[in-house]
């Protein structure tokens, strides 16, 4: 079964910045919609952000605006989610998802392909 694969979680303390990259082996992801989710201990999973294909058009969590930046680089076929000024809200494990439509809301049932997920820690 085609599956994505993050990289790039990690620990860091609050004001930093990661960068966590999504592929696809065995598929070509830019042809897919494709959005970032995060789930912390005991909470449901949420949407952090989404980017289209082509990318023309992006969507972010409130909790994340001005902060996150998704993008997709097509030569190496990757989506990228760069998070800067960490707080520990932030932590969790993120998890990359496709879909061949882009969704009407930041909600995970709006995406069929899922990756394992990368843990990131934001802490002193």
């Known amino acids: 079964q085609s599956q994505l694969v993050e990289s790039g979680g990690g620990l860091v303390q609050p004001g930093g910045s990661l960068t966590l990259s999504c592929t696809a082996p065995g598929f070509t992801l830019d042809a897919y919609a494709v959005g970032w989710f995060r789930q912390a201990p005991g909470k449901q999973r949420e949407g952090v952000s989404a980017i289209s294909s082509p990318p023309g058009t992006i969507d972010y969590a409130d909790s994340v605006k001005g902060r996150f930046n998704i993008s997709r680089d097509k030569p190496s076929d990757t989506v990228f989610l760069q998070m800067n000024d960490l707080k520990p809200e932030d932590t969790g494990i993120y998890f990359c998802?496709?879909?061949?439509?882009?969704?009407?809301?930041?909600?995970?049932?709006?995406?069929?392909?899922w990756g394992r997920g990368t843990q990131v820690t934001v802490s002193s």
């Open positions: 998802a496709a879909d061949l439509w882009y969704p009407s809301t930041l909600d995970p049932s709006e995406f069929t392909t």
